[in-house]
């Protein structure tokens, strides 16, 4: 199980690796633009055939780990674990879990209706109104 440090230094890490594959380079930060960047990476990723479980669970604690950091950066919370999975808590009652999400996207695309895109505009319409 990874820990908090560990998850903002793979967070990092996605940013030096997205930024030369995304088609916003040095703009690829912590926000929405650089999630939608990611989601498209996502999908082209559910496209190969030669991504193994342990590459794809390795970019799942990558991409979650910039997920969560962007959610964090835009809206607030803080990591926390909970039930063995980490999430962004907002407050006791609303967290927000990205890696679960991440996974979602790899195993049912965009057209199954997980998309990490939907998902961090769904924080700031839904989570961070009720606060």
């Given at each position: 199980m990874i820990g908090e440090?560990?998850?903002r230094q793979n967070a990092e890490a996605a940013l030096s690796r997205f930024k030369s594959l995304s088609n916003i380079g040095a703009e690829?930060?912590?926000d929405r633009e650089?999630?939608?960047?990611?989601?498209?990476?996502?999908e082209q990723q559910r496209g190969r055939t030669n991504t193994s479980e342990t590459e794809?669970?390795?970019l799942v604690q990558l991409i979650g780990s910039h997920l969560g950091e962007c959610v964090i950066r835009t809206y607030g919370g803080v990591w926390r674990m909970h039930d063995g999975e980490w999430g962004v808590f907002f407050n006791n009652l609303n967290a927000a879990f990205p890696f679960h999400k991440?996974?979602?996207?790899?195993?049912?695309g965009v057209g199954g209706g997980d998309s990490i895109l939907s998902f961090f505009d769904v924080i700031?319409?839904?989570i961070i109104k009720k606060k």
């Open positions: 440090e560990q998850i690829f930060e912590y650089s999630v939608a960047c990611v989601e498209k990476f996502i794809r669970d390795a991440v996974r979602k996207q790899f195993d049912n700031g319409l839904v």
